[in-house]
């Protein structure tokens, strides 16, 4: 089974997607004519004939559920979401699938997504993960950068041994992650082994997080 992982990484930057807005609902974000007028996506990203029936509701009844219980969304921009940005994403990533299954390679499609904060990454990874479960019988793993931070006692030897450095005082920034353990899962997502995905509980420890119980990572199997 050909499958995707996924990893969230936050930059100060969008990638060079046209006319890229965010809405005040803070839910979501969409490329305007997203499909047609970026050339960063060409005409594959358009979604084929043999996954295209209902697929535009099926998005958008999808992004409905995922907003708070408190909000009503206009439906005219929960419809332009799901055809401008979330219907070309998923059938770019599904071009890249049947690259990958023609090739007749090991391992799965590596795909990164880097966006700043709010911009709606999470939304998105959950939406593929549906998409393709639903339609491609594929496995999705995703993981976010975040879930390798340091855990809070590794944190604070750091903090120690560069007392004064106020960028490795907290997480987030370069150096406040386990390199070694993230490179170790990318490693067996790409053998296509079973594996856990480290999970990161940022309401612990006074806000300041830790690396969640082992109990509590994500487990993945392709099969």
């Keep these: 089974m050909i499958f995707l992982a996924m990893l969230l990484s936050v930059a100060l930057s969008l990638s060079k997607m046209s006319a890229t807005k965010r809405f005040l609902t803070g839910r979501s974000c969409y490329a305007a004519n997203f499909s047609s007028s970026s050339t960063l996506w060409p005409e594959i990203a358009s979604i084929d004939k043999s996954a295209s029936t209902g697929l535009p509701e099926s998005i958008e009844a999808k992004l409905m559920k995922l907003y708070p219980s408190d909000i009503t969304p206009d439906p ?37 997504i880097s966006a700043p904060q709010g911009c709606g990454k999470t939304t998105l990874t ?29 944190q604070k030897t750091l903090k120690e041994k560069y007392m004064g450095n106020s960028l490795v005082e907290l997480r987030g920034n370069a150096g406040t992650h386990d390199m070694e353990l993230m490179m170790d899962t990318v490693k067996a997502l790409q053998s296509g082994e079973k594996c856990t995905i480290p999970r990161y509980d940022k309401s612990v420890n006074g806000g300041k997080g830790d690396r969640a119980a082992k109990d509590e990572w994500a487990s993945f199997d392709k099969s």
Aim: a negative charge.
């Design 76 to 112: 005219t921009i929960v419809a332009k979401q799901a055809r401008d940005y979330y219907q070309p994403v998923y059938g770019y990533l599904r071009h890249l699938l049947k690259l990958k299954r023609s090739a007749g390679t090991p391992g799965p499609v590596l795909v990164g």
């Design 126 to 154: 959950d939406l593929m993960q549906e998409l393709f479960r639903e339609h491609d019988y594929a496995s999705v793993a995703v993981m976010s950068l975040d879930d390798f931070y340091l855990t809070a006692v590794d």
